[in-house]
C-alpha cells in the first residue's frame, strides 16, 4: 500500500485544538553535513561527485528547480514550530525554507563547480527528470517572521560540505 502523507493532514487537524498543537512542515530539500549524510540529494550529491570524479555531472538537462534548505536552518525550522506560540502554529502548514533558495539544478552546479574547481555538465540522460520544485516561502516568512531566521546560503553551506568532505577523505 503506497503511504500519501498529505491524506494525514485533515486527520491531523480535526484533532487539533488548544491542548493539541499540530503543525505541517513541507521541508525544502536538505543540503549540508548530519550525522547521517544523505548524498542522494542535490547539493550534497553534486558536491560528492566533485570529490570523486574529475567532473560535475547532471543527469538531466540542468532546467528543473530544487528548493533547497541547509539542514541546521531545516532544524532550527523544527524547533521555531514547537517553541513559536500556539496561535501561529496551530493547524498550519508550511513549506519549510525560503523563497530565495530556489535553484536550478545547473546553477547549483556551477556553484559547487566554482567552489571546487571542477568542470560541470549537463548530460540530459535521463530527459525524462521534468520534476519541478519551485516552491514559495511566503507564508512561513511572514507568519513566522520573528521567529524562523536562517542563516546558511547555498555557497557558503556547499563550501562548508566540501572541506568536511575533503577533511574526511571522501573520494580519492
Not at 521534468?130 to 517572521?145: A, C, D, H, M, Q
Request: glycine share 6%.
Amino acid at each position: 500500500m503506497l503511504f500519501r502523507s498529505y491524506l494525514t493532514e485533515p486527520v491531523l487537524f480535526n484533532l487539533s485544538d488548544d491542548s493539541f498543537i499540530t503543525t505541517v512542515l513541507r521541508p525544502a530539500t536538505a543540503y549540508g553535513i548530519s550525522k547521517n549524510l544523505r548524498c542522494d540529494l542535490v547539493g550534497n550529491n553534486l558536491t560528492a561527485q566533485a570529490c570523486t570524479q574529475d567532473k560535475i555531472i547532471v543527469t538531466s538537462d540542468g532546467e528543473p528547480w530544487r528548493p533547497i534548505v541547509h539542514i541546521d536552518d531545516f532544524s532550527n525550522g523544527i524547533i521555531v514550530c514547537l517553541e513559536a506560540p500556539g496561535g501561529l502554529v496551530n493547524g498550519q502548514v508550511f513549506n519549510l525554507g525560503r523563497t530565495i533558495d530556489n535553484y536550478k539544478v545547473k546553477d547549483i552546479a556551477k556553484i559547487v563547480s566554482n567552489i571546487t574547481k571542477k568542470d560541470f555538465i549537463c548530460t540530459n540522460t535521463h530527459p525524462e527528470t521534468k520534476r519541478n520544485y519551485r516552491v514559495s516561502f511566503k507564508k512561513i516568512e511572514r507568519v513566522l517572521e520573528n521567529y524562523y531566521k536562517p542563516k546558511h546560503n547555498l555557497e557558503s553551506g556547499i563550501k562548508d560540505t566540501y572541506k568536511w568532505m575533503k577533511d574526511n577523505k571522501i573520494g580519492r
